[in-house]
């Protein structure tokens, strides 16, 4: 489990510094997938297989083709790019379609192949030192920790959750107890700890209202997602048919 | 030999490392995607923690509860990215650019 955090850690960070330094969107999205690959690697060698499945399923699968979707759609170049300022009203003859036909051509007048090297963006000091100072406090907290956070204890097994609760279960796996409410018809078990199994009794007999609720919060987002990107928002006060001036369309 | 601390400190620099993201970066994209790699550190963080009980003798669902809640913040990061995701498709519609410094629709 050592080893196998090591090496998720280093590409976790070999991922991050990827996602906060390169230029070109696509290439920082891919640091990203990568870090997000390598938190997968670090919840199994924290032996939860359920989480490292989730993490790589919602978030390498979904979130990612997601953002790559986006960037497709939008211009991803910005003011340091282009040398072009692109606050909209700071120039009181700006036009927007205009703007995006002249970067585009002055795009290719200095076009040159994408090396990952060439496209690193230079650190802004004042970021820096708010970052830099946020880990040292982090630091300062994970230092002061009490001295049983430099080991992970063992996990129970079944020999030692019987010895614990004196008696002797049916089943399977090791671990933790589960005890069934008054009225339930389940058996009381062991189980393994971070099996889906297990996972499983978290939600649905710990924690089943925030489950409800958090469906109720995707639900809404999805209604709010498709209401914000639709195209026409005929007959809302405030908005245009902004379709029909895009560029490039 | 694993530690908590440990990992708890690789989860400090990734999420120090998604806070300069979104100090640094002007491409709102790009802001959404440091946001994404803090709640990522604070999932590690969750799971570490969820870990350690785990090996103190908590219950079947206390020990848990860390896992429960990193699977909640993922929902609600996937909430999150969706809106976030309309919104700059929504604004890049507007403005034709996705650069943060653009959008001074409510400045004065």
Known sequence: ????????????????????????????????????????????????????????????????????????????????????????????????????????????????????????????????VVALSLLVCFSFAIIKLPGSYSRFGDLPTVQSAQVKDGEKLPNYDTGLKFTPEAGETEQPRYVDYGSTEAVSYSIFEGFPLAFEVVSLLIFAAVLGAVLLARRHLTGIPGTQDVGKEQPDA | MLEPKSVLFLAAILFSAGVYGVLSRRHLIMLLMSLELMLNAINIMLVTFSRYWAGRGSGLIAAHSGQFFTLMVM??????????????????????????????????
């Not at chain 1, 070999?14 to 969107?25: D, M």
């Not at chain 1, 870090?35 to 699968?61: M, N, R």
């Not at chain 2, 929902?75 to 929504?90: M, S, Y």
């Open chain 1, 1 to 128: 489990m050592g080893l196998l955090f090591l090496v998720s850690a280093a590409v976790a960070l070999i991922g991050t510094v990827l996602l906060i330094t390169q230029k070109n969107a696509v290439y920082a999205l891919l640091g990203l997938l990568v870090a997000f690959g390598a938190s997968a690697g670090i919840f199994l060698s924290l032996e939860a297989p359920f989480i490292a499945v989730s993490q790589i399923l919602i978030y390498a699968g979904a979130l990612a083709v997601m953002f790559l979707f986006v960037l497709m759609f939008t211009d991803t170049r910005t003011e340091e790019d282009t040398g072009m300022p692109v606050a909209v009203g700071a120039r009181p003859d700006f036009d927007p379609a205009e703007h995006g036909k002249k970067k585009k051509k002055k795009k290719k007048k200095d076009a040159e192949p994408n090396k990952l090297l060439s496209g690193i963006v230079l650190p802004k000091p004042m970021a820096v």
């Open chain 2, 75 to 108: 929902a609600v990061a996937a909430a999150e990215v969706g809106i976030g995701l309309a919104i700059i498709v929504a604004i890049y519609r507007r403005k034709h650019t996705s650069d943060a410094d653009a959008m001074t629709d409510l400045k004065n």
